[in-house]
């Protein structure tokens, strides 16, 4: 399975099905909040159909109960990894994955990762405004650590601080990595970028590429140099 997650920042079902129509073999992709919101979760359905893989990614945050029943749903639309924020704690952590369990019926629940810190969340912000004491990689460990305890199977992190929570979490914990930029991009809006070549050394295991991918003159050359790096 690819080790690239394109990032579908899109707003309508049109763009979405003209922008897959171009890859022959499945693909991983991201549909967040933006295309979720646009199109509802029938979208899910729609790529699913195109035989690719789903990260469904709406940061669930609530409390326990209502966070196992939400997950209990998104299970039973077959999407391959969804989230929730680690900032929900441990119980609400334990509960969306056991309503990943009965969503799934039996079957392969789909993989559960944790948001830690978002890419776009400076020290200072995490400091001041969050009133988060410490380092920005000394709340991200902490959040993984929770994350492992109530049985996630990885966190999303940026690319600098993979290494560090493999060390922590062991190998087998999933570190999913967006804010990555081909060297010649914007960063845009994002804090803490890197490209796929750090991503690649940094033991990431998953990437998510947005924009590096979906306004590339040739998106599908492009996803594939791409995934050539993190598979090479």
Known sequence: MSKTIV??????KEEVVDFLKQFTEP????????????????????????GHHIFLDLKLHD??????????????LGVDMTNVHCGG????????????????????RPLCIGVTQLTSTSQEAMNEELGIEGSVIDCVLHYAQNAKAAGLD??????????????????????????????????????????????????CDYIVVGRSITKANDPKATYEQ???????
Do not use: W
């Open 63 to 76: 409390i326990p109960n209502t966070v196992k029943g939400g997950m209990k749903n998104l299970a039973r």
């Open 226 to 232: 791409i995934e050539a790096i993190m598979e090479g």
């Open 7 to 12: 990032a579908l920042d899109f707003s309508s």
């Open 154 to 203: 990885g966190v999303v992190c940026s690319v600098h601080e993979a290494k560090k929570i493999h060390e922590v979490c062991g190998d087998d914990f999933l570190t999913v990595t967006p804010g990555i930029r081909l060297a010649s991009d914007s960063v845009d809006d994002q804090k803490r970028v890197a490209t796929p070549q750090l991503a690649k050394e940094e033991g």
């Open 89 to 108: 704690g441990i119980a609400m952590m334990k509960a969306a994955v056991e309503g990943l369990k009965e969503g799934a019926q039996g079957g392969e």
């Open 27 to 50: 693909v991983y992709v991201k549909i967040g909040m933006e295309l979720t919101y646009a199109c509802g979760l029938e979208i899910v359905e729609t790529v699913k159909k195109m």
